[in-house]
């Protein structure tokens, strides 16, 4: 029969397991000891005692910088629930009770997501939980989210994510349809429909080549044997909104950023192009704050139903 567990460690263990998850998260033992506020031997000796308490080794270490092993990962998946719901403790015990009042919520999500998804659900939380403090954080595209997203420093993020990894867990809200736009005075303005045929002799206004928008450009103008040819790469519907306007060229956009005040001629390209679904993007295992939980439940609701 295995010996119990010393009372030490036992009383301890919330201390060495939240050591131990910053410590994966941050890759560091320095860093982690910054982030909950103790010295770098201390925040050791608690990893320490605990691949002592379960007889493996949670890190490679290499120099400075430490790294999970397969035992680390499995740990990492267990412990990262507990440590954040002990964290949060109080706002959810509060939650429970609807009590609700304080707290904050941090939200990734692209500049378009940001000002054609959110503002609704957002007005509507803000009404209902005035003291809740809301940050939101503008992200150049899927990685950026993601890279917060895993690194702790967001809740969830809100935006489109055509390819799911394993550790992620993604909840589709709305669907938008792929548009052309050309300025008012253009020569396919006058059109009443659009082929790419039509559009492959102009200059087309972009996101970056490592964004999804372009690869999805260039693989539908090469599954029909067509070319296209891109001028000026810009970040950001809006952006780019401003500058189709300005006669600098033509664009393949998402109609989420298309309120109809624009001084633009729009296409429907759904014959050539996918549909475009945004949803809430979370980290699986990731320990879901009160306020995110509603937050999340305005937008489901609000979004309910709608194509």
């Known amino acids: 029969m295995a010996s119990p567990t010393p009372v030490y460690y036992r009383q301890n263990r919330l201390k060495q397991l939240r050591a131990f998850c910053h410590a994966a998260h941050t890759g560091s033992v320095s860093e982690a000891a910054e982030k909950i506020f103790l010295s770098q031997p201390t925040v050791s000796l608690q990893i320490q005692a605990l691949e002592r308490e379960l007889d493996t080794v949670l ?3 290499r120099g400075p910088k430490i790294r999970l092993t397969p035992q680390g990962e499995i740990l990492l998946k267990l412990a990262l629930p507990l440590v954040e719901g002990m964290d949060k403790l109080h706002e959810t015990f509060a939650a429970q009770q609807g009590l609700l009042e304080s707290g904050e919520l941090n939200i990734a999500a692209g500049e378009s997501t940001i000002l054609n998804v959110i503002p609704e659900p957002l007005k ?3 009404h209902r939980y005035p003291k809740i403090v809301v940050r939101l954080q503008n992200v150049t595209g899927g990685r950026d989210g993601l890279s917060r997203l895993r690194a702790d420093e967001v809740d969830f993020a809100v935006g489109a994510m055509p390819d799911i990894p394993e550790d992620i ?3 589709p809200l709305v669907t938008y349809s792929p548009a052309l736009i050309v300025p008012l005075n253009h020569p ?4 009443g429909s659009v082929t790419l045929e039509d559009v492959s002799p102009y200059e087309l206004i972009l996101p970056s080549p490592n964004l999804t928008t372009w690869r999805m450009v260039d693989l539908v103008f090469r599954q029909h044997e067509l070319t296209f040819r891109s001028n000026l790469e810009a970040g950001g519907w809006e952006v780019i909104k401003r500058y189709v306007e300005m006669g600098m060229g033509i664009s393949i956009v998402t109609d989420l950023c298309l309120r109809g005040d624009e001084k633009l001629v729009r296409f429907p390209l759904d014959k ?4 475009r679904t945004y949803g809430v993007v979370l980290r699986r295992g990731k320990y879901l704050s009160p306020q995110a939980r ?3 439940d305005i937008m489901e609701d609000h979004y309910a139903g709608k194509e």
């Open 59 to 61: 890190f490679e270490r």
């Open 294 to 296: 509603k937050f999340i």
């Open 124 to 126: 509507r939380f803000s």
């Open 272 to 275: 050539y192009f996918p549909r």
């Open 188 to 191: 396919l303005a006058e059109k």
């Open 169 to 171: 867990i993604y909840k």
